[in-house]
């Protein structure tokens, strides 16, 4: 009976460490795969949705959010990605009802889990975002 429990006990162990659980840090040379589906995340005072997907575009949709949150128009900005190591570039082909300052922006990925994703902007700025 003691063999039983223990090689049943064996295979459980070995059962959940072949799951990946949900926070599991992915690999850098992952991120591009990884990166595609749908974001949301708080970039200054913007709410931000962006769409990653496989082709390499993105399109991103950006609202201003204050004391009356979610009024206002919603920008839509779409482009093409890259991520080269940890730096992911976005390259801005048009911006609708959005104010963009430059045509590239770029950002270094400090975390990278399952379902969320932390990037420091080129301006030294902080955002999280998670995978909706």
Wanted: proline share 1%; hydrophobic share 40%.
């Amino acid at each position: 009976m003691t063999k039983k429990i223990s090689l049943l006990a064996l295979v459980f162990v070995f059962g959940l460490s072949a799951c990946s659980p949900d926070g599991a840090t992915v690999d850098e040379a992952q991120y591009a795969a990884k990166i595609v589906g749908d974001w949301q995340g708080t970039v200054a005072d913007v709410n931000e949705t962006i769409s990653f997907s496989a082709d390499g575009r993105f399109m991103s949709r950006v609202r201003r959010r204050g004391f009356i949150s979610n009024k206002g128009t919603t920008g839509t900005i779409r482009g093409t990605w890259t991520i080269k190591g940890n730096v992911i570039s976005l390259n801005i082909d048009s911006a609708e009802d959005a104010n963009v300052v430059n045509k590239t922006a770029t950002s270094t990925i400090e975390a990278f889990k399952q379902n969320e994703l932390v990037v420091r902007s080129s301006r030294g700025g902080t955002s999280t975002f998670m995978r909706m």
